[in-house]
């Protein structure tokens, strides 16, 4: 990984019983794609570079080739992330062992970047959530954490108090970082809440009918300032989901799309091609295949999409829960209709029943679910 290498025994334990790092997420570790000066996701970057390089005369430093694999501490701890909050489960993050996660976001490197000095800077990097399939979800995908940090004599002539100074000014830099990327654009404010910033928001944008959620960010809870000694400062801070922005900046319709070696894909963006709309080079016909069975208690649907991504990877587009019932006895039966369709190729029958019946067999072996 840049210049750190990472081994399957790193972060894939086959006798830890903590550990549910799957080989397909393993096989992502390292890639960077954000350091491909012609993939969206670096272009992206770069396009957000330049927005801060020519709109701040002091300067953000950059961080990209931070290692993923970071501690329970960098991870949650560090940002005030309480003890009992979901996304500390093994349902929701990928561990390696108890005190080591592949981080969920970007946001695990602020405080050691205080710790260490740095006051303004943007961190871009790959990060890991467990979660459904569909067109916008993947279970790997890249943020960029802004951080900037403000002194008295920044807000004391403002006439307002240093918490609004900060998220004033922190919305009308994402505005027109928005602005910058996509020209005039449909957005909205949102309030909402983090751990680690107060008040909190999040910025929707327009996209095929409907808002999606592209950045989180807010003025930075006091207690993270307090511990690298920056009590009479202010802070604010903001997490921007690449892939989301460059599928709205691109007009790319599938997530998936973004790990395809596919020249049809690959060859349609140059670097510092911010405007370029991608032409989906064909639609291959979706194949559907239902399966249900009965749950047990330990059953999670992201538990179920990894095992159905572990067999399929990126032939499956979509997992949807299509029934759901609780009979007399109090068992619970679970229906999930799974899409197939590559994003390169016609599937063939034969493929895919192969795949579904695979799908079966390790369900039933790794998910102590009785098939229907
Ligand atoms: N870390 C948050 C997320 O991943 C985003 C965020 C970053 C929110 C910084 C506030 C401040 O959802």
Same mark, same amino acid.
């Given at each position: ?11 894939? #334990? ?35 570079? *330049? ?25 949650? @701890? ?40 740095? #006051? ?8 890991? #959530?467990? @979660? ?88 930075? *809870? ?48 140059? /670097? ?6 991608? /032409? ?25 999409? @990894? ?66």
């Amino acid at each position: 990984i840049g210049g750190v290498t990472i081994a399957r025994n790193d972060v894939v #334990r086959d006798d830890d019983p903590t550990n549910n790092v799957p080989d397909s997420i393993f096989s992502k570790l390292g890639m960077q794609l954000h350091r491909r000066d012609k993939h969206p996701i670096g272009i992206i970057k770069n396009g957000i570079y *330049e927005y801060f390089d020519s709109n701040y005369a002091k300067k953000f430093e950059k961080f990209e080739d931070l290692s993923p694999i970071v501690s329970t501490k960098q991870n949650f @701890d560090d940002v005030l992330v309480p003890a009992d909050h979901v996304s500390r489960s093994l349902n929701d993050t990928y561990y390696v062992d108890p005190q080591t996660v592949l981080r969920c976001h970007t946001s695990a490197h602020q405080a050691e970047l205080l710790r260490k000095g740095h #006051r303004r800077f943007l961190v871009t990097g790959d990060v890991y #959530r467990r @979660d459904s399939i569909d067109a916008t979800h993947y279970p790997v995908f890249h943020q960029m954490e802004g951080f900037c940090i403000f002194s008295p004599e920044d807000w004391n002539d403002s006439g307002i108090d240093s918490t609004l100074y900060a998220a004033e000014d922190l919305k009308k830099c994402l505005e027109g970082l928005a602005r910058h990327l996509f020209g005039a654009v449909e957005m909205r404010w949102v309030d909402t809440y983090f751990p680690f910033t107060n008040p909190s928001f999040e910025l929707e944008i327009y996209f095929k009918e409907d808002w999606l959620e592209v950045l989180g960010c807010g003025v930075t *809870e006091q207690v993270i300032l307090k511990q690298s000694g920056l009590d009479n400062n202010v802070a604010w801070a903001f997490g921007l989901g690449l892939e989301r922005l460059a599928m709205v900046l691109f007009d790319i319709p599938d997530i998936r799309l973004f790990w395809s070696s596919d020249e049809r894909f690959t060859s349609q963006f140059g /670097k510092g091609e911010l405007g370029v709309k991608f /032409k989906p080079f064909s639609k291959y016909p979706p194949c559907y295949k239902d399966i249900s069975f009965w749950i047990s208690d330990s059953f999670t649907e992201n538990n179920f999409c @990894d095992v159905v991504r572990g067999i399929a990877g990126d032939l499956v587009e979509e997992v949807k829960l299509i029934d759901n019932f609780t009979n007399k006895k109090g068992m619970t039966s679970h229906c999930y209709r799974i899409v197939f369709r590559s994003m390169e190729r016609s599937l063939t029958d034969e493929e895919v029943n192969d795949l579904q019946s695979k799908v079966r067999d390790e369900v039933q072996r790794k998910l102590n679910v009785e098939l229907r």
